[in-house]
């Protein structure tokens, strides 16, 4: 059942004659905002309390928010009737701009946290459009972005910076008041009520549309410039052969030549260019397949049906049962719908990506070559990962009152789940000593309020680990926790050893609980260099001096050492992220050089790093900027 209100005041309610649509349609999709349409009537009560742009509408399906968003448009047409456009939770995101900012040796999480910040910030007069990071499982290569900001809305700063880059599902869902952005790699659920032939399957379309082919490929990059340096409209292009362009072969003889151009302003090398070519053939060569399938969703009519859910693993489409008549025999089966298909008398659909209606076809062809075919519509619900809002373990007394010597500890948490049919919520926790390699048994812990463990057993003079786990029937999240020793002033151990705020735990270490503050100098003889949490294993290196006898080069030329010397150090120290160089470099006379790449290991095929940038400083007082931009090498 579904019901729709309009800044709290229900507008549809199905068994309210007073309260009714003309008609309603809901779409929504992967990251996409959505959209809800309806049609009321004229003489609906609750008319005009609905305000374009500023108003909230909420649906809620089976008692539980399903769509929040702002009305786009409120239309009336010559009839009277109203009709109102509203886009989901995700377009208000546009409706704040990212400032001009340069992002380094951030995690995913952490930049989205950023970005969402930001928006926070300038909508703050407008609540509803605020989010909170939920869970958050993409991350790249290295778990370290480098990204620029510069006045783009947030949304499109979402889209480009990480979805187009990193891929990846962004959802809103909305948990004890709290509006939810999750950005999620993959579902993994697998639904148990299925699509099958001759039930709940009812329609299918199958299109193969064509306007987008390309069989061959002409990149052309950034426009090239005259003897006196200007710009011009000629543009740099590849040699491919003789050829200005790539194609594949197979995809020629099967639809023959079909020519596009691609412009690309940024690419200045004709080996890059060549790339961008076949990564835009390889998108273009192939004739997609578009499928639209319509079927029940049983699970909305109740029953022991699991309602079908957006990221649902779908066993879909049994053709068992078909046979020929008049003699014949069945000779294939297609299976098809969701952009999946099969030639068997089964189709297994992987991770559905969006909420709403998807339609598969099943068609039988018997050995005389005559076809029967079927279509079948699912509905797609959303299932969400459990979430954790708020985890809170502290010592306590056996009455759960804070007590920073206490032998008992408490866990305090908020945790979330999809409250789909035949899901349930579990959440458990294990301690152990620090010293120790493996925790103890599970025991239950509620949600929503404060739960008291450890028996009194928890000694005051031990730092203890423990770990919560939050399960629902499909997946799980385990949080780290640690229990410190009881707060002392000072503490010292026999076998050597002392503590500031705790209890001393550790052999030959100064071991400091509280938040420390030096006003002086501090002098070491000796230490350890910290290492970056960030797969580097040394981000700060000393180059040696570097010639041009080192880098294979004859010749006075400035630019192509500077180059080459970027390529020797990206060769000398792989596998670097965010490497900061210093050192002597040669090109003609002997100089200072300190150098930043984000990744050495980041190369095109000549070896240049993807971002660098660096300086050089003469003995003679000369200097010299030089870096890398998308490959690109510059030299100022």
Same mark, same amino acid.
């Given at each position: 059942?579904?019901?729709?209100?309009?800044?709290?005041?229900?507008?549809?309610?199905? *068994?309210?004659?007073?309260?009714?649509?003309?008609?309603?349609?809901?779409?929504?999709?992967?990251?996409?905002?959505?959209?809800?349409?309806?049609?009321?009537?004229?003489?609906?009560?609750?008319?005009? @309390?609905?305000?374009? %742009?500023?108003?909230?509408?909420?649906?809620? @399906?089976?008692?539980?928010?399903?769509? @929040?968003?702002?009305?786009?448009?409120?239309?009336?047409?010559?009839?009277?009737?109203?009709?109102?456009?509203?886009?989901?939770?995700?377009?208000?995101?546009?409706?704040?701009?990212?400032?001009?900012?340069?992002?380094?040796?951030?995690?995913?999480?952490?930049?989205?946290?950023?970005?969402?910040?930001?928006?926070?910030?300038?909508?703050?007069?407008?609540?509803?459009?605020?989010?909170?990071?939920?869970?958050?499982?993409?991350?790249?290569?290295?778990?370290?972005?480098? %990204?620029?900001?510069?006045?783009?809305?947030?949304?499109?700063?979402?889209?480009?910076?990480?979805?187009?880059?990193?891929?990846?599902?962004?959802?809103?869902?909305?948990?004890?008041?709290?509006?939810?952005?999750?950005?999620?790699?993959?579902?993994?659920?697998?639904?148990?009520?299925?699509?099958?032939?001759?039930?709940?399957?009812?329609?299918?379309? %199958?299109?193969?549309?064509?306007?987008?082919?390309?069989?061959?490929?002409?990149?052309?990059?950034?426009?090239?410039?005259?003897?006196?340096?200007?710009?011009?409209?000629?543009?740099?292009?590849?040699?491919?052969?003789?050829?200005?362009?790539?194609?594949?072969?197979?995809?020629?003889?099967?639809?023959?030549?079909?020519?596009?151009?691609?412009?690309?302003?940024?690419?200045?090398?004709?080996?890059?260019?060549?790339? @961008?070519?076949?990564?835009?053939?390889?998108?273009?060569?192939?004739?997609?397949?578009?499928?639209?399938?319509?079927?029940?969703?049983?699970?909305?009519?109740?029953?022991?049906?699991?309602?079908?859910?957006?990221?649902?693993?779908?066993?879909?489409?049994?053709?068992?049962?078909?046979?020929?008549?008049?003699?014949?025999?069945?000779?294939?089966?297609?299976?098809?719908?969701?952009?999946?298909?099969?030639?068997?008398?089964?189709?297994?659909?992987?991770?559905?990506?969006?909420?709403?209606?998807?339609?598969?076809?099943?068609?039988?062809?018997?050995?005389?070559?005559?076809?029967?075919?079927?279509?079948?519509?699912?509905?797609?619900?959303?299932?969400?990962?459990?979430?954790?809002?708020?985890?809170?373990?502290?010592?306590?007394?056996?009455?759960?009152?804070?007590?920073?010597?206490?032998?008992?500890?408490?866990?305090?948490?908020?945790?979330?789940?999809?409250?789909?049919?035949?899901?349930?919520?579990?959440?458990?926790?294990?301690?152990?000593?620090?010293?120790?390699?493996?925790?103890?048994?599970?025991?239950?812990?509620?949600?929503?309020?404060?739960?008291?463990?450890?028996?009194?057993?928890?000694?005051?003079?031990?730092?203890?680990?423990?770990?919560?786990?939050?399960?629902?029937?499909?997946?799980?999240?385990?949080?780290?926790?640690?229990?410190?020793?009881?707060?002392?002033?000072?503490?010292?151990?026999?076998?050597?050893?002392?503590?500031?705020?705790?209890?001393?735990?550790?052999?030959?270490?100064?071991?400091?609980?509280?938040?420390?503050?030096?006003?002086?100098?501090?002098?070491?003889?000796?230490?350890?260099?910290?290492?970056? *949490?960030?797969?580097?294993?040394?981000?700060?290196?000393?180059?040696?001096?570097?010639?041009?006898?080192?880098?294979?080069?004859?010749?006075?030329?400035?630019?192509?050492?500077?180059?080459?010397?970027?390529?020797?150090?990206?060769?000398?120290?792989?596998?670097?992220?965010?490497?900061?160089?210093?050192?002597?470099?040669?090109?003609?006379?002997?100089?200072?050089?300190?150098?930043?790449?984000?990744?050495?290991?980041?190369?095109?095929?000549?070896?240049?790093?993807?971002?660098?940038?660096?300086?050089?400083?003469?003995?003679?007082?000369?200097?010299?900027?030089?870096?890398?931009?998308?490959?690109?090498?510059?030299?100022?």
């Amino acid at each position: 059942m579904y019901r729709i209100t309009c800044d709290g005041i229900t507008l549809y309610e199905p *068994d309210n004659p007073v309260l009714q649509l003309i008609s309603g349609t809901l779409k929504t999709g992967q990251n996409i905002a959505g959209t809800l349409t309806f049609v009321l009537a004229p003489t609906h009560p609750y008319l005009s @309390r609905i305000k374009a %742009r500023s108003s909230v509408i909420s649906v809620y @399906r089976d008692g539980v928010l399903y769509f @929040r968003g702002s009305p786009l448009n409120v239309t009336e047409s010559d009839t009277g009737l109203v009709t109102v456009t509203a886009e989901g939770a995700l377009a208000w995101l546009g409706d704040s701009v990212q400032p001009f900012a340069e992002y380094h040796n951030m995690t995913v999480r952490t930049y989205l946290e950023t970005l969402v910040q930001n928006h926070n910030v300038a909508v703050q007069d407008d609540a509803y459009k605020q989010f909170t990071v939920g869970e958050v499982t993409v991350t790249d290569s290295n778990d370290s972005l480098y %990204r620029h900001s510069n006045f783009e809305h947030t949304k499109d700063a979402i889209t480009e910076k990480l979805t187009k880059r990193l891929g990846g599902i962004l959802r809103v869902r909305w948990k004890n008041g709290v509006q939810y952005l999750d950005y999620l790699a993959e579902y993994k659920h697998v639904n148990g009520q299925g699509i099958k032939f001759g039930q709940n399957l009812l329609t299918y379309a %199958r299109s193969v549309p064509t306007a987008n082919l390309a069989t061959a490929i002409i990149p052309l990059g950034c426009k090239l410039t005259d003897a006196d340096g200007s710009e011009t409209d000629e543009r740099l292009q590849i040699d491919n052969g003789g050829k200005n362009y790539v194609w594949d072969e197979k995809a020629v003889q099967e639809f023959g030549w079909i020519f596009d151009t691609i412009i690309c302003d940024d690419v200045t090398l004709k080996e890059n260019l060549s790339k @961008r070519g076949y990564l835009e053939l390889e998108a273009r060569k192939a004739l997609p397949t578009t499928i639209k399938l319509t079927a029940v969703d049983f699970g909305a009519l109740g029953g022991n049906y699991e309602r079908i859910t957006v990221g649902d693993l779908l066993p879909i489409v049994s053709l068992t049962g078909a046979a020929g008549v008049y003699g014949s025999t069945i000779k294939s089966y297609s299976v098809s719908g969701g952009g999946w298909s099969s030639n068997e008398s089964t189709l297994t659909t992987g991770i559905l990506q969006a909420a709403g209606e998807i339609t598969f076809t099943a068609v039988v062809t018997d050995s005389r070559g005559r076809k029967a075919s079927t279509t079948r519509t699912i509905s797609v619900i959303d299932y969400t990962k459990p979430g954790v809002a708020v985890c809170d373990v502290y010592r306590c007394d056996a009455d759960g009152n804070r007590k920073k010597a206490g032998t008992y500890f408490a866990v305090e948490i908020n945790a979330s789940y999809s409250a789909i049919t035949g899901n349930i919520l579990n959440i458990t926790a294990r301690y152990k000593k620090q010293s120790e390699s493996s925790y103890g048994t599970a025991m239950n812990v509620t949600n929503n309020g404060k739960t008291v463990l450890g028996g009194g057993n928890i000694g005051a003079s031990t730092t203890y680990d423990v770990l919560v786990t939050v399960a629902d029937k499909y997946n799980s999240l385990s949080i780290p926790r640690t229990l410190s020793t009881k707060s002392v002033l000072q503490s010292f151990k026999r076998s050597a050893g002392a503590a500031i705020g705790k209890v001393a735990e550790l052999a030959n270490w100064l071991d400091i609980a509280w938040h420390t503050r030096v006003r002086g100098t501090v002098q070491a003889d000796s230490y350890t260099p910290v290492n970056r *949490d960030d797969a580097s294993s040394n981000p700060i290196v000393f180059v040696p001096r570097v010639t041009y006898g080192t880098l294979g080069l004859t010749g006075s030329s400035g630019s192509e050492y500077f180059k080459q010397w970027l390529i020797w150090v990206c060769k000398a120290y792989p596998n670097k992220h965010m490497l900061l160089c210093i050192g002597t470099q040669h090109p003609n006379s002997v100089g200072i050089v300190l150098c930043h790449i984000y990744n050495t290991s980041a190369v095109n095929a000549a070896g240049l790093p993807e971002y660098a940038t660096g300086k050089y400083f003469a003995l003679g007082g000369g200097e010299i900027a030089f870096g890398t931009v998308d490959y690109n090498f510059y030299l100022k």
